[in-house]
């Protein structure tokens, strides 16, 4: 018995909605952020060939920026998106930030919001997605990466809110990098994701957090281990602290009483 894997994946283009940056502060960027390792370090100006490379912190430092969008409670890590729908299909993929959790849906060609109901339920009411008809979108469910919409949707654009991931395409490492990068080790520098290699949606209090998780890796690096636990002790601590800050403004919106016997 054997499985044939799809050879065309799904595509569907979404587009970002306008966003606002946070103050830019003194680590605007993701090379601010280096800076600041550097200054910690101690080691003088890193470049693509020392140890550990600018490579390595980069990724050090999406990787820190992905944890934090998926253990914090705040707005930032929330995205908005739309797409315009191909008449006729019910499948699409969602985008290859999403990282899970609640998603909301609007249809914005009839001014209308689209429920979501489980895989489950919606291949009871609908087996056969390509025979329902219909002038409007009704339903839509999740089944994986993808999105399925009844009926088969007519040129509508929909609107797509979510949780991403945090994470960032490297793309201008190749020029840094010049002939150090083997293809494969490609794999290992790129994310599969579509946020901007940037920190600005993030508050500068969370790109200091990054940085102190980044110069952990870095210590480890060069087998400093004192370094490497002082600063992985320092990062889990902020980060704690800002889970807990996280769910104290939420019980704040409730009245400070929990919604269910499983919210701490």
């Not at 569907?12 to 601010?32: K, R």
């Not at 890590?77 to 849906?105: E, F, N, Q």
């Not at 219909?134 to 007519?154: D, F, H, M, T, Y």
């Not at 370094?227 to 769910?247: H, L, P």
């Amino acid at each position: 018995m054997s499985l044939t894997t799809a050879s065309a994946p799904i595509s569907t283009a979404w587009v970002e909605l306008g966003t606002v940056a946070y103050t830019a502060g003194s680590l605007a960027d993701i090379d601010a952020c280096i800076t600041e390792i550097e200054s910690k370090l101690g080691r003088g100006t890193l470049s693509a060939i020392t140890t550990p490379t600018t490579i390595e912190l980069k990724r050090w430092l999406i990787h820190a920026r992905q944890e934090l969008s998926e253990v914090r409670q705040f707005t930032w890590k929330r995205r908005y998106v739309t797409a315009i729908l191909a008449a006729g299909s019910y499948r699409y993929s969602l985008p290859p930030d999403y990282s899970g959790g609640r998603v909301s849906i609007r249809d914005k060609t009839n001014n209308s919001k689209i429920p979501l109901i489980s895989p489950h339920q919606f291949d009871i009411l609908y087996p056969d997605p390509s025979g329902v008809t219909g002038s409007r979108i009704l339903v839509a469910c999740i089944k994986n990466l993808e999105l399925w919409v009844i009926p088969p949707s007519g040129n509508d654009e929909i609107e797509l809110e979510y949780k991403h991931s945090g994470g960032g395409v490297l793309n201008e490492l190749l020029n840094e990098a010049g002939d150090q990068i083997l293809a494969e080790d490609w794999q290992t520098i790129f994310v599969d994701d579509d946020t901007e290699l940037d920190f600005s949606w993030l508050p500068e209090v969370d790109r200091f957090k990054c940085c102190d998780f980044a110069v952990s890796k870095a210590f480890a690096a060069l087998h400093e281990w004192d370094g490497a636990v002082f600063y992985y002790d320092k990062w889990k601590y902020e980060t704690a602290k800002a889970v807990r800050a996280d769910g104290k403004r939420r019980l704040t919106t409730t009245g400070y009483r929990a919604r269910s016997v499983f919210q701490a």
